[in-house]
């Protein structure tokens, strides 16, 4: 009978801890272990985010690659021409985000995925000529045998743009920064593209 009564409350302790655990009450001794946990899992989160969008990058570059160097020089050239289309951009999607809060759900669904899309388009066209420019860079730094590839740059300096989020607030502001260049470039490097491929044209009349 005693250990009949001690499984009883034994199994009444292990109920009130569940429903502690799900009502958001601390839990005694488990509180360090869910953090731990919780903290690996946010930092694998990131880390296969932040590689999964460098591997579209690069699938870009390798698809795009003359509109990627193309875009990237003329970054370089006219870096406050993209900075001004850059803070446009990002304008219009806030402003698609908060019109979407006020107008009903099956038209706000619809506006979200576009404001989405266009989002993610500017980011990998952008992102690609900001990550070749950086990646070129610390390439031509290191006088390396890579020099000159596309893929090897946006490699490189996509992944040096992620590991800057690693850095508490500075990093946060870098990343802001070079996705308004990002989103300029998307826009006015296109059109770049576009000027330079008529002036060969003429050139070649």
């Given at each position: 009978m005693r250990n009949l009564s001690r499984c009883r409350w034994t199994m009444l302790a292990l109920m009130?801890?569940?429903?502690?655990?799900?009502?958001?009450?601390?839990?005694?001794?488990?509180?360090?272990?869910?953090?731990?946990?919780?903290?690996?899992?946010?930092?694998?989160?990131?880390?296969?985010?932040?590689?999964?969008?460098?591997?579209?990058?690069?699938?870009?570059s390798m698809w795009r690659p003359a509109q990627v160097r193309h875009g990237?020089?003329?970054?370089?050239?006219?870096?406050?021409?993209c900075a001004i289309a850059g803070l446009l951009s990002?304008?219009?999607?806030?402003?698609?985000?908060?019109?979407?809060?006020?107008?009903?759900?099956?038209?706000?669904?619809?506006?979200?995925?576009?404001?989405?899309?266009?989002?993610?388009?500017?980011l990998v066209r952008g992102g690609s000529m900001i990550a070749y420019d950086v990646g070129d860079r610390m390439l031509a730094s290191m006088?390396?045998?890579?020099?000159?590839?596309?893929?090897?740059?946006?490699?490189?300096?996509g992944t040096v743009i992620l590991l800057a989020g690693y850095l508490p607030i500075l990093g946060q502001v870098i990343q802001l920064l070079l996705f308004v260049m990002a989103a300029g470039a998307a826009l006015t490097g296109r059109l770049g593209v576009e000027k330079s491929a008529q002036r060969g044209v003429e050139e070649q009349s």
């Open positions: 009130l801890l569940t429903l502690c655990q799900a009502n958001g009450a601390p839990a005694v001794g488990l509180q360090p272990v869910e953090q731990v946990a919780r903290l690996v899992s946010l930092i694998l989160i990131v880390t296969c985010f932040s590689a999964g969008l460098v591997a579209i990058l690069a699938l870009y990237s020089a003329h970054v370089r050239n006219r870096p406050l021409h990002l304008a219009i999607l806030v402003g698609m985000i908060a019109l979407a809060a006020n107008i009903p759900e099956p038209v706000q669904g619809l506006l979200v995925i576009v404001t989405l899309c266009l989002a993610a388009v500017l006088s390396s045998r890579f020099l000159g590839s596309v893929l090897a740059s946006v490699l490189l300096g």
